[in-house]
């Protein structure tokens, strides 16, 4: 069965030629003209992956983006007019996927589709097994991280972020490294998404798995867990 896209963007003109592009690639494309519509069409028909507009006339994006991973870990591709870092952050840090900014190309958007699609069953197939660094568990199978028997919420790709980090303990992943394992390609140098990724792991699980900067190069979890 085809995958399912929601997209969701007030603009019909913008809106009109990625539904196109997007079926033609032989996915199932529904479109929300409001946030209220996007929440409402998630309910009746949970898609596979989201393109969200930031800027909605009713609800903001950031807001819906909120929302929906109050209840739902779908892949969010957030999309915006403004090319603004603050946006690009925040966006990130209330658990959207992955970024783009408008004017894009509409084949930029369906290769990254496609690399988060390709990617997103893997976090979701009970295969991946329990990592353990001091106090710190990760559970791919439940996707729950514990940190002293804690529960603690990671977005998906901290999880996975997390996940890369531990497997490759004591050695240094550098940040086109990370963009390749956790989101599947490489932003063409945009490596500021791994490091808001970082900085929210870090406020996460703090002192139980430092995640430590290697100047330069990337970040690594060290080999002593002692300092947990
Ligand atoms: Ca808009």
Redesign the pocket.
């Known amino acids: 069965m085809a995958e399912h896209i929601l997209i969701v ?3 019909v003109n ?1 809106a009109t030629p990625i539904r196109t592009y997007l079926e033609k690639a032989g996915f199932d494309v529904a479109h929300a003209l409001t946030g209220t519509d996007a929440l409402r069409m998630m309910e009746e028909r949970p898609p596979n992956l989201v393109v969200l ?5 009713d609800i903001d994006g950031l807001e819906v983006c909120r929302r929906i991973r109050a209840v739902s870990q779908v892949p969010i591709i957030m999309v915006t ?1 403004r090319d603004d870092d603050v946006d690009k952050i925040v966006g990130l840090e209330v658990g959207a996927d992955d970024y783009l900014t408008k004017p894009f190309n509409v084949r930029e958007l369906v290769a990254r589709i496609k690399a988060i699609l390709r990617r997103a069953p893997v976090a979701a197939q009970p295969i991946g097994g329990v990592l353990s660094h001091g106090t710190v568990s990760i559970d791919r199978g439940r996707h729950e991280v514990m940190v002293a028997g804690q529960e603690v919420q990671l977005a998906p790709k901290e999880f996975d972020l997390l996940w890369a980090l531990l497997e490759e303990r004591g050695n240094v992943l550098t940040r086109d490294q990370l963009l390749e394992r956790v989101w599947g390609y490489t932003f063409a140098g945009d490596t500021r998404t791994v490091d808001v990724h970082v900085r929210q792991l870090r406020r996460k699980l703090g002192d139980a798995c430092p995640i430590v900067t290697v100047w330069g190069v990337g970040y690594k979890v060290g080999d002593d867990a002692s300092a947990a």
Request: without cysteine; aromatic residues 0%.
């Open positions: 963007e007030d603009e913008i507009d930031l800027n909605l006339p007019a």
